[in-house]
């Protein structure tokens, strides 16, 4: 069986909670590093989705109120 070239082996992603979307978003653009984002209401969460040189994609978790 062959592996996809998605894969980046035993870790999918890893999660931290965060403050300073502002600054994040910023520092992201600036580098030219492309980011998704989406809010999930029912948790009062925004999450910033990036992923490391690896392909392990990084979710940092804001507080709603920061969106």
Same mark, same amino acid.
Request: proline letters at 6%.
């Given at each position: 069986?062959?592996?996809?070239? *998605? &894969?980046?082996?035993?870790? #999918?992603?890893? !999660? $931290?909670? &965060?403050?300073?979307?502002?600054? /994040?978003?910023?520092?992201? +653009?600036?580098?030219?590093?492309?980011?998704?984002?989406?809010? +999930?209401? @029912?948790? /009062?969460?925004?999450?910033? $989705? +990036?992923? #490391?040189? @690896?392909? +392990?994609?990084?979710?940092? *978790?804001?507080? !709603?109120?920061?969106?």
């Amino acid at each position: 069986s062959q592996e996809s070239s *998605n &894969a980046t082996g035993t870790i #999918d992603h890893i !999660a $931290f909670t &965060a403050t300073g979307l502002a600054e /994040m978003r910023e520092r992201l +653009v600036r580098h030219g590093i492309p980011y998704q984002e989406r809010t +999930v209401p @029912n948790l /009062m969460l925004h999450q910033l $989705f +990036v992923k #490391d040189p @690896n392909g +392990v994609m990084i979710e940092l *978790n804001y507080p !709603a109120s920061e969106a």
